[in-house]
Structures are given as C-alpha cells and as structure tokens.
C-alpha cells in the first residue's frame, strides 16, 4: 500500500513559478513509475508529466520546456517545477503511482492539489 500526499499548489500570476511535491509513504517507492495528472471541470483529465524508475521523463506538449518531473528515492518524493505559468494551467494537480508486479497493477492516487494562474 502506497500514500501519497501532494502539496504546493496556490494561486499565482502568469509567467510565475510554483514547485509541487508528493510525497509518499508506504514501501517500494523506487519500484513505481510516477505520473503528474491535471484534471479541470471542463476538461479530462490529462496527463503532464511521467517519470519513470530509473529516471527517464516524458511531457504533455503543452508543458514541454515550462514543466520538469523529478524524484527523490531516498526522500521517497517526486516533485514538479512549473515555470512561465498560463492561465491555461489552472487546475487541480494530482501524483498517481504505479507499477506491475505479480501479474497486477498496483495504481495508487493523491488527492490533487489546486493550481491558479491568474492576473
């Protein structure tokens, strides 16, 4: 069983920076690939940003160049530093953890945190 918990998001003017983390509790962390997902009431909900076990990291092309995923094994974390912020980033950001092993998906969420981007 995994926990996670997201924290960081706030209301911000265009062109700001905010950092989100979600930290996790529970064992394996380093054995679960890592997704950022965003979710608006008008919208479905999409994918920004994946960071794989060992690292490789992968973007939505609307955040390409502004977002970057990072991990933290040992702080059992992952984080995502979003730079030049659009009003089209509003939105509620939630960490979603998961991984196969034994012949099933172990898929565990946050409960999102709310992102801003208004003048």
């Known amino acids: 069983q995994v926990q996670l918990v997201e924290s960081g998001g706030g209301l911000v003017q265009p062109g700001q920076s905010l950092r989100l983390s979600c930290a996790a509790s529970g064992n394996g962390f380093s054995t679960y690939a890592m997704y950022w997902y965003r979710q608006t009431p008008e919208k479905q909900r999409e994918l920004v940003a994946t960071i794989t076990t060992g690292g490789n990291t992968n973007y939505a092309d609307s955040v390409k160049g502004r977002f970057t995923i990072s991990r933290d094994n040992a702080k059992n974390a992952i984080y995502l530093q979003m730079n030049n912020l659009k009003p089209e980033d509003t939105a509620v950001y939630s960490c979603?953890?998961?991984?196969?092993?034994?012949?099933?998906?172990?898929?565990?969420w946050g409960q999102g945190t709310q992102v801003t981007v208004s003048s």
């Open positions: 979603n953890a998961r991984r196969y092993i034994l012949r099933h998906w172990d898929d565990y």
